[in-house]
């Protein structure tokens, strides 16, 4: 048995605080745990020394708070599918308008550029861990996922902030 990772959590910034706001909880930010250690995610700002959009950044990177870690038992087959579905996402850039589908909607699943939530949904979906996730765009937050995703882990853990 295998286990896909996702650190949920929410920074010290403006955009930070606006989508924890906005959607109405705690969580503003979602990333892949790597086996490496390493997280992969979808990110809009160039703050943190590393570029805008889906990419690897180092455990820790900005100044994170509210931390949680989610642990979905899932297959070897799928986790490696699940990996390699956001391997091949890297690069792609952040899909800003986004975040005004809080309040406009789109299409969460257009593969053309990615929101940290939706990219962890559309992973999870590809992968078999989640089903077919019925549900407007604008409800594909990161706060929930962290719901959806409680309801199937094997376990959910609140890690110290990062200040």
Request: contains cysteine; glycine residues 8%.
């Given at each position: 048995?295998?286990?896909?990772?996702?650190?949920?959590?929410?920074?010290?910034?403006?955009?930070?605080r606006?989508?924890?706001?906005?959607?109405?909880?705690?969580?503003?930010?979602?990333?892949?745990?790597?086996?490496?250690?390493?997280?992969?995610?979808?990110?809009?700002?160039?703050?943190?020394?590393?570029?805008?959009?889906?990419?690897?950044?180092?455990?820790?990177?900005?100044?994170?708070h509210?931390?949680?870690?989610?642990?979905?038992?899932?297959?070897?087959?799928?986790?490696?599918?699940?990996?390699?579905?956001?391997?091949?996402?890297?690069?792609?850039?952040?899909?800003?308008?986004?975040?005004?589908?809080?309040?406009?909607?789109?299409?969460?699943?257009?593969?053309?550029?990615?929101?940290?939530?939706?990219?962890?949904?559309?992973?999870?979906?590809?992968?078999g861990?989640?089903?077919?996730?019925?549900?407007?765009?604008?409800?594909?937050?990161?706060?929930?996922?962290?719901?959806?995703?409680?309801?199937?882990?094997?376990?959910?853990?609140?890690?110290?902030?990062l200040?």
């Amino acid at each position: 048995m295998s286990e896909i990772v996702l650190q949920f959590c929410s920074f010290h910034s403006f955009l930070g605080r606006a989508i924890p706001w906005f959607t109405q909880g705690k969580i503003g930010h979602v990333d892949a745990v790597l086996p490496s250690g390493g997280l992969l995610g979808a990110q809009a700002s160039c703050k943190f020394g590393t570029l805008s959009g889906v990419q690897v950044r180092a455990e820790g990177y900005g100044e994170m708070h509210s931390r949680v870690r989610v642990y979905l038992p899932c297959s070897a087959q799928e986790y490696e599918l699940w990996l390699d579905f956001l391997y091949f996402q890297l690069g792609k850039p952040y899909d800003v308008i986004a975040i005004a589908a809080f309040v406009t909607g789109r299409d969460w699943r257009d593969p053309s550029a990615w929101f940290c939530s939706e990219l962890q949904a559309a992973g999870l979906e590809e992968c078999g861990v989640f089903p077919k996730l019925y549900t407007p765009a604008n409800k594909v937050t990161p706060n929930a996922l962290l719901l959806a995703c409680s309801v199937l882990a094997r376990q959910v853990e609140e890690l110290e902030d990062l200040r």
